[in-house]
Each structure stands twice: as structure tokens, then as C-alpha cells.
């Protein structure tokens, strides 16, 4: 089994402008670094996620990050402890807060590439059940069979 993820941000400002001027310079950088951290297997990239995004999502203005990585380790090594944790930190700086999970992360059979609206169903499972087998978080995780790696 390999971990999905999918992650949403929503500009304060156009990509283009002042405000999100460093983090758009950024991002050719780190999806570099992650296509090249140990356990990264997949992002979903190019015209596809431009055209994908608005129509699945019903945002054309959201970023979404959407990957499949070896392991949990593995995408938490690359979210925190990389050169990208610097912008995580950051994030208020360029992105409004949601009031709900932005991120979601799901167990996917080795080879599968999901889809954005796949990704979005997870998302939504997460928002409206909190962390389950289906969808979670790095502070909640359950492993591929199912089980709550909190409770072992």
C-alpha cells in the first residue's frame, strides 16, 4: 500500500501579485524536492490539475496538492523536516484558513494514481467524520489494514 494525500490552500491574493509572489516562485523548487524525497511516488501535475481543479473542486482560485507517497514517514519527512517545512510555517502569510481539515491522507493499493475527485470524496469524509480509515491526518493515523496506529 502507498499513502495518498491531497491538500488545498486558497490564495489571499492573485499568483501573479505581490502577496504571493515568493510563495509562486517556490513552488517549481519544491515540487522538485519532493519528486526527488525518498518515498515520494506521484504528484498530479500540469494542465491536468488546472482544468481538474475548478470543476471537481467548484474553486478555479484553490491550489490543491495531490500525491501518493511510500508512507506516512516518508511525506511528514518531506512536509517537516525539508526545506518545505519553511513554508508551512509561513502559510498564513499567503493563504486563507479554511475553519475545516484542508488536508486529507488515505491508503491507496500500490500503482493506484487518484483521482481529483477522488481526493475531493476523501477530503469530504474527513470534514464530515473526522479521522477514519477512509481519510486522516498526521495527528490521527491509521495504518493500511485499517487500524488505529493511535491505539497500538
Do not use: C
Amino acid at each position: 500500500m502507498h499513502l495518498a494525500q491531497v491538500n488545498l490552500a486558497r490564495p489571499l491574493g492573485p499568483m501573479d501579485g505581490t502577496t504571493m509572489s515568493e510563495f509562486a516562485r517556490a513552488i517549481e523548487p519544491m515540487n522538485r524536492l519532493a519528486e526527488q524525497s525518498p518515498g515520494f511516488v506521484w504528484r498530479l501535475q500540469g494542465d491536468e490539475v488546472n482544468r481538474l481543479v475548478g470543476r471537481v473542486f467548484g474553486d478555479s482560485h484553490l491550489l490543491v496538492n495531490l500525491s501518493v507517497w511510500r508512507s506516512v514517514d516518508a511525506l511528514r519527512d518531506y512536509t517537516y523536516q525539508s526545506g518545505h517545512a519553511q513554508y508551512v510555517r509561513r502559510r498564513k502569510e499567503w493563504f486563507s484558513t479554511f475553519g475545516r481539515p484542508h488536508y486529507a491522507l488515505w491508503w491507496v493499493d500500490e500503482g493506484h494514481r487518484p483521482s481529483p475527485r477522488e481526493a475531493k470524496q476523501r477530503l469530504e469524509s474527513l470534514q464530515a467524520h473526522g479521522p477514519t480509515p477512509d481519510a486522516f491526518t498526521f495527528t490521527h493515523v491509521f495504518d493500511p489494514s485499517g487500524l488505529d496506529a493511535e491505539a497500538g
